[in-house]
């Protein structure tokens, strides 16, 4: 279980239900490549009105990441299951923060339902959804 009590699969349902609860399209990817999210996130570029990112690994070190959240015309909602600056010192610092609108951690799995819910909100707020 990588989400505190459930599984990748789990948490993408209820990230499901949430988005039909609240009337948003949803395309759930997950990888451990850098290149994978960023090619995914330019893929989608004109017809998405936000995204939210948990990084993981990528948080401290993605350039790459990090320049092309940068470079999208919606917000991009950086999301952290765990509050990074109760961990480990150096986990504190995200080159994605810079990039991101805003980020939501310490949450566990409902990080990613603030986010969503806080995403479509301003999605709606700027015409977007």
Known sequence: HIY???TLEQLNERLRTLAAKI???LIIVQSNHEG???DTFHKHRTEAA???LNP???TQFSVSLHDCIKTMPFPVIEV???NRHAREEWRGHSI???AAKVTVEGLGWRSYTAGLRVLAEMARESGGG
Do not use: E, K, N, R
């Open 96 to 98: 994605i923060s810079s």
């Open 50 to 52: 936000g995204a939210i």
């Open 4 to 6: 505190g009590t459930m």
């Open 80 to 82: 952290h299951i765990s």
């Open 36 to 38: 994978v999210l960023v």
């Open 23 to 25: 009337q948003v399209q």
């Open 56 to 58: 993981a690994g990528l």
